[in-house]
Structures are given as structure tokens and as C-alpha cells.
């Protein structure tokens, strides 16, 4: 009876696991939980359409009768020696090949374990920003009369006058607690000072964490600050904070409440209350689209109360352009800005704003995030309001852009063809499978309810999952990709923020089929955690666990 298993040990080993998406040393926890989370996709009771029910029903017999056999201690143990015949075969005859599941997963679990405590010790999670403020007023509000007493007094004098540089790295101490080491040093005018915060986060569960900082500086002396995040419903989280700073003056508490409500799928609603040196009541409305992202804000408080809007639009093309404008008014006067941002690399964001107001005059500022640094150049130009400043503020910036994107930048993108996966969009899936398309239908409904939980809280967004084979040569152009969208699938099985592939073919998933049999696939993601987006591109049978610090895009330099 040997002889015919062995031949379907393969193909036949990981079916019920890839269906159910549980790892193969799954605990009956994982797997009642797994179970019962597709129950509740696919039970025919929830769907009214013939078509959908029908394949409801079949989807559902299927995890049924997965679950029946991976909780069951003996047939699991068949199962994952013989396959699926190793169950149709009587039981006395295999009884003797049996193993018990300590057996077959004690040394899976010490590895895994070991593997584990070593990522933990290599995650880390540097962030950067180095901001340099130049004074190059002389260009514009020059006197003739006191240049032609200077030596050489022909050129504009141009100075750097401030200078803000600050870096944090975190260390992962368990699962849930994280420690943040971050410091910063300014100097303006020849003034300067620094600090440094020591910050503990532990997440308490999947409705909230907290934070306690410890600081110290220079200027303002030692900080104790506490900080508390909590889902208080699907659609509505709030935020506490407050802080101690021991200043030379004194004890300054302060303190803040804020929270947020959906208002719908793309709208959020804000409302804070800031006690302390400067206190507020700030209320705001943000909308973000595919194509734009609103804001409006309002704020009363001491020293400073304004209203302030802003419109940014997305164009979609390949470089994610936006262009953006906002006014500002309050008690300190008026700003206008406007501006443009676009990807000028795969790592590298460009951006450009105009800052008009009075009576602060025209500064043009220059932003490059690279990796998880952050570059700012904020020039200022004129106190006053000059025609010829707004002029060069917006032509100049344009000019240089566009002979250093055709000079410099597409010449190096060029020259690297690996690039080309994740720089040029996907065609649209070349084949077709009659019953995906009713599973994804299946899953609408829960994948709508998950990313409203996930949004609620910053979590996990599958923004766009692919999955076959893809072709990045682009010498090979007469061969299309064979590929499929999985973005609701994947959605769907994201569970407390996490999403977990066992090492089993993804073909087995539900939602899931094989549109290149017998080659090569590989499955592709780009997802959004924490505000921040990651892409990853993992091979069909290797494991992945998303999210994850090293699929970050900014986590390359």
C-alpha cells in the first residue's frame, strides 16, 4: 500500500491547510478560528442569489471537511504522511505508520522559535529628517547704495541660518513591547540646543496601546510624557496625552484629547483639545480619494487661531504627480502655498511648494524623502511681497526639475532593468476562471467590513495583489503576464492587522486559481500599514507574514 501513497504524497499534502490558510503546525485554536472565520464568509444562508448560494455551499462543504480532518488528532497524522488516499485506506493498515503531532512538530517549533528570536533582535525601524533653512533675502530686497561700499558688493550675500537635524531607531523588546530611541539638535542665528527622548510602547491588544517618553534636553529641561490610543468603536478611535516638562521656569504640565470618526468610507472627522503652553480646540474635516484629499481646519486657541484649507489632486499616472494648494489666515496674517510632488525613483519622493503670505514674504521649499530620510531645504526670498520672487519660486524649481529627470534620472532608472517590475503597471490578467470571480463576490461584503475595522485604526489595506507569473524583461515583449488580481482574497484574510501565507501553493486559497499551470508564479503585494506603504514579491510556495519592517519601500537607501 506504500507505493501508490508515496507517489501522491505531494500533490496531495498541503491541500486542506492552503484551503483553510493555516500554517501546517497549526494548534486546534488556529484551526477552530480559521474554520470558523470561512463559516461565516461562506455559509449559503447569507447569500440570496441561486448562483452565489450554490457556490457558497460547495466552498463551504470543502472548509468543513477540511476542518474535520486537521482537527482530528488521528486523521490529521494520516493526512500529513500519506495525503488525502491515506485517509480512503483502512485504518488498521495504516495504524502502524502512524505518528502522534509532538512527534512530527517538535522540531519545526524549536527552529521556528529560534528564527524568530533573531528577527526580533535584527528589526529595527531608522527614521531621518535634516532640514536646512537658507536666508537668501539679498537676491530680492538688495540696497545699491550698501553694495557699492562692499567689496566685491555686486553679488547677493546667500547664508545658511538654521539648521534642524533628527534621527530615531526602534528596538523591539517583545511581541507587543517596542522601545524608540530618538534625538534631535537645532541651531538658528548661531543658537542652538538638542534633545533626547527614550519612548516604551506596548500594544495592549488590537483595540489600543500605550506609550511612556522620557526626555531630556538643553533648553527645556527633563519631559515625562504618557500617551494612549484606543479603538472606541469600527469607526471611531480617540487618543490621549499628557506630559510634564521640567522647565527652568518651573513645572509645565500639559495635556490633549483627540478623536476621530469616520463619516464615511473616504471621509474623517477630528476634533482636539490641547491644554498646556499653547492651548487649542482644533476641529477638521479630511477627505481622501483616489484622485484628491481635502482638509478643513479650524482652530481657537493661544497664542494662534486660524482657518485653513487645503486641496491636493492625484493625477494617475505611473509617478503618482499631485499638485496641491492651501490658504491659511489667522491672527498671525495670511499664507497662500502651492505646490507639486512627484516619484522621481522608486525609493525617492521630490516635492516643490510656494509659500506666499504676509507678513512672513516668499519662501520656496524644497522636500526629498529618500528611504526613511527626510531632506527639507526651506529658501526664503523676500519679506516682502515681490512679483519677480513668486516668479522664480515657481519657474525655477520646474526648469530644474525637468532637466535633471531627463538628464540624470531616467539615464539611471535605465540602467537598472530589475527595476522594470515595479516601475511599470501590470496588463491586465490574461486569463480567466469562471469560479473566481464568484468567490471574490462571496467576500465583498466581509472584505468592506474589514477594511473599515482596518482604517480605523491605521492597519492593514491591500492596495493591489497580483499573483502568476510575471515578466520584467522587457526584451520579451511578445510574452504577456499571466497573472490574476487577488487584492479581495488576500483582504479577506487579514486578521488583528496581520496577514499570514502558509508555505503551500497560493493556487489553493479561496478566490485563488492557477492561471499558468506547470510554470513559475510568484505573488506580488502592495499594501499600506501604519500610513506607510510596503510591496513585496514572494515565491509561490514560500511563506510570508506581512507586515513587515523589511518590505517597507522607504526601508531602502
Known amino acids: 500500500m506504500a507505493a501508490p501513497l508515496d507517489d501522491d504524497i505531494e500533490s496531495n499534502n498541503q491541500d486542506y491547510y492552503s484551503l483553510l490558510n493555516v500554517r501546517k503546525e497549526a494548534t486546534a485554536e488556529e484551526l477552530k478560528a480559521s474554520y470558523r472565520r470561512l463559516c461565516m464568509l461562506y455559509h449559503p444562508d447569507k447569500h440570496r442569489d441561486p448562483e452565489l448560494k450554490r457556490q457558497a455551499e460547495q466552498l463551504f462543504n470543502q472548509v468543513h471537511q477540511a476542518y474535520e480532518v486537521l482537527s482530528d488528532a488521528h486523521s490529521r497524522a494520516i493526512y500529513d504522511i500519506f495525503g488525502k488516499k491515506g485517509l480512503e485506506v483502512e485504518g488498521w493498515e495504516v495504524v502502524e505508520r502512524k505518528r502522534t503531532p509532538a512527534e512530527i512538530r517538535e522540531e519545526y517549533e ?34 545699491d547704495e550698501d553694495f557699492e561700499e562692499m567689496p566685491g558688493g555686486g553679488f547677493p550675500h546667500i547664508e545658511i541660518n538654521k539648521m534642524h537635524i ?30 533626547i527622548n527614550m519612548t516604551v510602547r506596548r500594544v495592549m491588544s488590537a483595540k489600543g496601546w500605550g506609550e511612556v517618553e522620557f526626555g531630556a534636553g538643553d533648553i527645556l529641561g527633563p519631559l515625562i510624557g504618557l500617551k494612549v490610543f484606543r479603538n472606541v468603536t469600527p469607526r471611531c478611535f480617540m487618543t490621549a496625552q499628557c506630559g510634564l516638562q521640567f522647565s527652568p521656569r518651573g513645572l509645565r504640565p500639559s495635556c490633549s484629547l483627540m478623536t476621530a470618526r469616520h463619516l464615511d468610507q473616504n471621509t474623517m472627522g477630528y476634533l482636539q483639545w490641547r491644554w498646556g503652553p499653547n492651548s487649542a480646540m482644533t476641529t477638521s ?41 492651501s490658504v ?17 525613483s522608486r525609493h525617492s519622493i521630490l516635492s516643490a511648494t510656494v509659500s506666499i503670505g504676509v507678513p512672513q514674504g516668499v519662501t520656496l521649499k524644497i522636500k526629498l524623502a529618500r528611504a526613511n530620510q527626510t531632506y527639507l531645504f526651506p529658501v526664503h526670498l523676500t519679506d516682502q511681497l515681490l512679483p519677480s520672487a513668486v516668479f522664480y519660486a515657481t519657474v525655477g524649481p520646474l526648469l530644474v526639475y525637468m532637466a535633471v529627470h531627463r538628464l540624470i534620472v531616467i539615464p539611471s532608472l535605465q540602467s537598472y532593468p530589475d527595476f522594470a517590475l515595479f516601475l511599470t503597471p501590470l496588463s491586465p490578467p ?9 468567490q471574490v463576490l462571496l467576500m465583498q461584503e466581509s472584505v468592506r467590513r474589514i477594511i473599515e475595522a482596518e482604517e480605523s485604526k491605521m492597519g492593514l489595506i491591500i492596495l493591489n495583489a497580483w499573483y502568476g507569473k510575471f515578466v520584467s524583461d522587457t526584451s520579451q515583449k511578445q510574452e ?30 479561496p478566490g485563488f486559481y492557477d492561471p499558468c499551470v506547470g510554470e513559475e508564479k510568484s505573488l506580488k503585494l502592495l499594501y499600506q500599514f501604519r500610513g506607510v506603504l510596503h510591496q513585496v514579491i514572494s515565491a509561490d510556495t514560500e511563506s510570508l507574514r506581512i507586515p513587515k519592517q523589511s518590505h517597507r519601500i522607504e526601508s531602502e537607501s
Open 430 to 438: 490574461a486569463f480567466f476562471s469562471p469560479s473566481a470571480p464568484l
Open 480 to 509: 504577456k503576464a499571466k497573472v490574476i488580481d487577488v487584492t479581495v482574497p488576500l483582504q479577506c484574510l487579514v486578521k488583528d492587522s496581520k496577514l499570514i501565507l502558509t508555505e503551500a501553493s497560493k493556487s489553493g486559497l
Open 328 to 344: 491659511k489666515t489667522g491672527w498671525f496674517g495670511t499664507v497662500v502655498e502651492y505646490g507639486a510632488e512627484r516619484k522621481i
Open 110 to 143: 524549536r527552529l521556528q522559535r529560534e528564527r524568530e528570536e533573531r528577527r526580533l533582535q535584527q528589526r529595527t525601524n531608522p527614521k531621518g529628517t535634516i532640514s536646512v533653512g537658507v536666508d537668501a533675502t539679498d537676491l530680492f530686497d538688495r540696497y
Open 166 to 195: 533628527s534621527q530615531s531607531i526602534e528596538a523591539p523588546l517583545t511581541n507587543s513591547d517596542t522601545a524608540v530611541l530618538s534625538g534631535s539638535l537645532s541651531t538658528h542665528n548661531g543658537n542652538g540646543g538638542g534633545n
Open 285 to 325: 474635516l479630511v477627505r481622501d480619494t483616489k484622485s484628491s484629499h481635502f482638509t478643513l481646519a479650524l482652530q481657537l486657541g493661544v497664542p494662534h487661531s486660524y482657518l485653513m484649507m487645503s486641496y491636493q489632486y492625484k493625477f494617475q499616472d505611473e509617478d503618482q504627480t499631485k499638485v496641491k494648494g
